[in-house]
């Protein structure tokens, strides 16, 4: 190469009309994101270094924060309470997930369709559905040898139940992806199943363990809704939170806790996209997928745990559903349904339903526009590579928030008197707002994945023949990503029926919402009606995706036969 040639400028590439408008569009999208998650963030951690009077005083109420046991016992309390969780939601989701992909039982796609069960239905349920079986009055109480239900025990064996389809889905993915070849090199070798298991197995899915573990930390030590209704007197981060805002109005030591309990889950989600991308890194383009053989006694066993377990999710559901149609339990069992006269209970009527159905549907619908859109710009833009990665961040990061801290958020930032966007408190704006952002992480991923398995010679042609890309992506994009649209659609409209964490805070006496009426009815002491109101999001909910199912098949049939040729 010529001296010339070295010096020669590097040319770059012209910006046109579409690059700089697409620049533009991702600026509006990062925008929002800045505004409903940056700065509510921002107000809340600047609460908690200030007094009531809003002057800075540094570092005095964490001081003040550590200095009371009362209080710093949650931390422990919630690390004590994440740890069990954990520990045997794994091993249950670990044992389901093998049997599913390493045995030849039957009714596969039926037992991990129940598993699906706690996603459709708040975090409060399985916490009611405890106080019936294991209370006062409770069913079988004798179980529990004497010990209370309201407590550690409780809140774990609640969160097992909200936690276990996370951990599932994540372990079936990585159970499936086996290479075949390694366990008939070991086989070959006569190696023992014990030892094929501890050398091969576990190996091969060890960051998928991992994942699953961190996912489950996360989602148990900030979940709100289980330890608020069986909890009792053992606090634990999130009811703190909780008790210091409502309780006893006392804000900044609420944004101290919040921040306190950010840390855990920053950490846990950032160690878990560590893991995630490495697990990407063990696929291989030459594996051979593994097919179960059959084994009477094995596979006999694992019907069996795949049966006890099922009976744990359902049974739980039934419980609520029992409570919500006898007329006074346990002294009148009697049929009826007088429960679901929701108008004369406190705490919420009919209009809570039907408006997290309005928020629901307005979620679903919004927000796929918004995550999708921002997902193809940034997937399919040219350039900008700052912009774009300063996108992905913002775009991570709701997942490390949890919905308890965003809510308070939310009341530091839209509540504040020179706030011009202060008029979209206690307003259905907010809720759908809040909820979106809160779910924002996975819908993207789910759509970036979409977009991936697109080839960019799509793009490419159509600037070569000089078409607009808006009109490449509603032409072409929309049409082969329609699967996944749909599916971000059913994942915003379901968190957004069960949600409670996210919107306790910042609804209005308008905008009551279904889960929160279920805390509400709780609280006042409407346990039954309660239940009914859940079993009400349930059936929502499951009705919802069932029509999702049904759609998404239609439509594959129809729109999407080219990837079966």
């Known amino acids: 190469m010529t001296e010339s040639a070295l010096r020669a400028p590097i040319v770059k590439p012209k910006v046109g009309r579409d690059d700089w408008t697409m620049r533009a569009f991702i600026g509006v999208i990062g925008l929002y994101l800045v505004i409903t998650l940056a700065f509510p963030l921002y107000a809340m951690m600047s609460k908690s270094v200030r007094d009531n009077d809003g002057a800075f005083v540094g570092l005095a109420n964490y001081i003040e924060y550590f200095a009371t046991p009362a209080l710093t016992w949650s931390i422990g309390n919630s690390l004590q309470v994440a740890t069990i969780t954990t520990l045997i939601t794994v091993t249950i989701a670990f044992t389901f997930a093998y049997a599913l992909t390493r045995s030849c039982i039957p009714l596969k796609g039926l037992f991990q369709s129940i598993t699906m069960i706690p996603i459709l239905v708040p975090s409060l349920l399985p916490g009611i559905a405890l106080v019936y079986l294991f209370g006062t009055q409770g069913l079988i109480k004798e179980l529990l040898f004497g010990y209370s ?97 409502i309780g006893q109005q006392n804000f900044e030591m609420g944004a101290v806790v919040s921040v306190v309990l950010l840390i855990p889950a920053v950490l846990a989600f950032a160690i878990d996209r560590v893991v995630q991308r490495r697990q990407v890194a063990l696929l291989s383009s030459r594996a051979v997928t593994l097919e179960p053989r059959p084994n009477r006694g094995f596979d006999a066993a694992m019907l069996g745990f795949c049966v006890l377990v099922s009976v744990f999710l359902i049974g739980m559901l039934g419980v609520c559903q029992f409570a919500a149609l006898v007329k006074f339990y346990p002294y009148d069992l009697s049929l009826s349904l007088k429960n679901y006269n929701f108008d004369v209970m406190d705490g919420g009527g009919w209009s809570s339903y039907w408006n997290s159905i309005r928020m629901a549907t307005y979620t679903a619908g919004f927000g796929t526009v918004v995550v999708f859109s921002g997902a193809y710009l940034v997937e399919k833009g040219r350039g900008f590579r700052a912009g774009r990665t300063l996108f992905q961040l913002l775009a991570m990061m709701p997942m490390a928030v949890p919905g308890l801290v965003l809510g308070l958020a939310y009341i530091f930032f839209f509540n504040h008197p020179n706030n011009p966007l202060g008029f979209l408190y206690h307003t259905m704006a907010i809720l759908v707002i809040s909820t979106i952002v809160h779910f924002y992480t996975v819908a993207h991923l789910t759509a ?89 999001i349930f059936y929502t909910a499951a009705s919802v995706r069932l029509a999702h199912f049904l759609v998404s098949r239609h439509l594959k049939r129809r729109t999407q036969a080219w990837r079966i040729r």
């Open 149 to 245: 239900i309201y407590g550690p025990i409780g809140i774990v064996i609640a969160e097992v139940f909200f936690t276990l389809p996370h951990a599932i889905i994540i372990l079936i993915t990585s159970l499936s992806i086996a290479d075949a070849r390694l366990y008939e090199a070991a086989v070959a070798l006569r190696t023992s199943r014990l030892r094929i298991f501890l050398t091969v197995t576990l190996p091969g899915c060890r960051y998928g363990l991992i994942s699953a573990a961190f996912v489950v930390f996360t989602l148990a030590i900030t979940d709100f809704g289980a330890p608020k209704v069986i909890g009792g007197d053992f606090n634990v981060l999130a009811t703190d939170i909780y008790k210091q805002v």
């Open 448 to 536: 970036v994945t979409a977009l991936k398995q697109m080839d960019p010679e799509f793009e490419a042609v159509g600037a070569s023949l000089k078409a607009p890309f808006h009109r490449t992506f509603r032409r072409v994009t929309v049409p082969v990503c329609l699967p996944a649209i749909l599916d971000i659609m059913i994942y915003l409209f379901v968190n957004a029926m069960t949600t409670v964490s996210a919107v306790v805070f910042i609804y209005g006496p308008d905008t009551n919402l279904a889960s929160v009426a279920v805390l509400n009815m709780d609280d006042a002491g409407d346990i039954a009606p309660a239940a009914a109101m859940g079993m009400m």
